[in-house]
């Protein structure tokens, strides 16, 4: 099966600029997550949606970080404008809950810097 | 905050059972421990899961005690890709609602 697509897969800005991310999860996983992972830190849930309902935000700065699933497919993640410590790896995950099993699938994320 | 406690890191010489710790104190009864391991640059890999009787799979065994309270991770015969951060989880695993928190890992090192 293919996994979790992620673009673009490196993206350099300045502060106060804008960037997109982009996610396609596997086929037919109905929940989708976005995480921040900063240098040298674990994985930091953003948001978590469930189809194309959010589930889970409160980890997002909504002054400037957005994300939407449109259609419970695919789902970008979008910083306006960024800050240096914006810097971090962006990755996008997505599950299916089966046979008790609930497993995250993680794409190779998407490294932002922020100059 | 993660509900799991790992030493930062560890170290293993290539051929060497790997034994990974985790404290996970707190767990509630219908909470199940995950393993997930993020090798430099990839995105974290799911390795295994239980409830609290022992499994094994391809790439590792768990271990984990009568009262739930910690957990083991074993990669019998560790080798040079092995090395990576280790993540010990805790998370409801019928519910898709349910939080994944990671904490910091163990980094663990294998010496050739």
């Known amino acids: 099966e293919a996994g979790v697509a992620q673009s673009p897969r490196y993206k350099i800005i300045e502060k106060r600029q804008s960037v997109a991310f982009w996610c396609n999860p596997i086929?037919?996983?109905?929940?989708l997550y976005w995480y921040q992972q900063i240098l040298g830190q674990g994985p930091k849930l953003l948001i978590q949606f469930q189809n194309n309902g959010v589930v889970d935000d409160s980890q997002l700065p909504k002054d400037r970080f957005s994300a939407e699933r449109l259609k419970g497919v695919d789902s970008t993640l979008k910083i306006q404008p960024a800050k240096l410590e914006d810097s971090a790896v962006y990755l996008c995950a997505s599950s299916l809950v089966s046979s008790g099993a609930n497993v995250l699938t993680f794409g190779a994320g998407s490294r932002l810097t922020v100059l | 905050d993660a509900k799991t406690t790992q030493p930062p890191s560890m170290d293993c010489a290539e051929g060497r059972a790997a034994n990974l710790p985790c404290n996970h104190s707190t767990i509630s009864g219908n909470e199940y421990v995950y393993w997930y391991r993020q090798i430099h640059s990839q995105g974290p890999q799911y390795i295994i899961h239980g409830l609290k009787n022992n499994e094994t799979n391809e790439m590792a065994s768990l271990i984990i005690t009568e009262d739930r309270k910690s957990s083991t991770l074993i990669l019998p015969h560790a080798t040079l890709r092995d090395t990576a951060v280790y993540y010990c989880i805790v998370r409801l695993s019928y519910s898709s609602a349910s939080k994944i928190i990671f904490g910091s890992g163990t980094r663990l090192s294998i010496r050739p």
């Open positions: 086929s037919g996983h109905a929940t």
